[in-house]
């Protein structure tokens, strides 16, 4: 089992750059692949980002370019660099910790963190 902290959520100006991390404890980091998804109120949850366990990373069109998501295995982290954030980008971002296994597909979702890009 996984367990899945977030954090770096905050206030930030538009234009502005968080940092997202989430910290994986449990066995078994290096098998998961790792995703951010969030949820503006009133709306569904989305991806955002996602990182396999080789690396490949998957982005909406909404935050290529602008958003990085990255992964350290020795660390048991997957962080998510946000740039050039607009209001549209507020929202509680989550992490996932995914698996397929051969009888059935785990995954393993974080409490969220708030952002919010304001003036």
């Known amino acids: 089992q996984v367990q899945l902290v977030e954090s770096g959520g905050g206030l930030v100006q538009p234009g502005g750059s968080l940092r997202l991390s989430c910290a994986a404890s449990?066995?078994?980091?290096?098998?998961?692949?790792m995703g951010w998804y969030r949820q503006a109120p009133g709306k569904e949850r989305e991806l955002v980002a996602t990182?396999?366990?080789?690396?490949?990373?998957n982005y909406a069109d909404s935050v290529k370019g602008r958003f990085t998501i990255s992964r350290d295995n020795a660390k048991n982290t997957v962080d998510l660099q946000m740039n050039s954030l607009k209001p549209e980008d507020t929202a509680v971002y989550y992490c996932?910790?995914?698996?397929?296994?051969?009888?059935?597909?785990?995954?393993?979702w974080g409490q969220g963190t708030q952002v919010t890009v304001s003036s």
């Open positions: 449990g066995r078994g980091f290096r098998f998961y692949d």
């Open positions: 990182i396999t366990t080789g690396g490949s990373t």
């Open positions: 996932n910790a995914d698996r397929i296994l051969p009888t059935a597909t785990v995954d393993y």
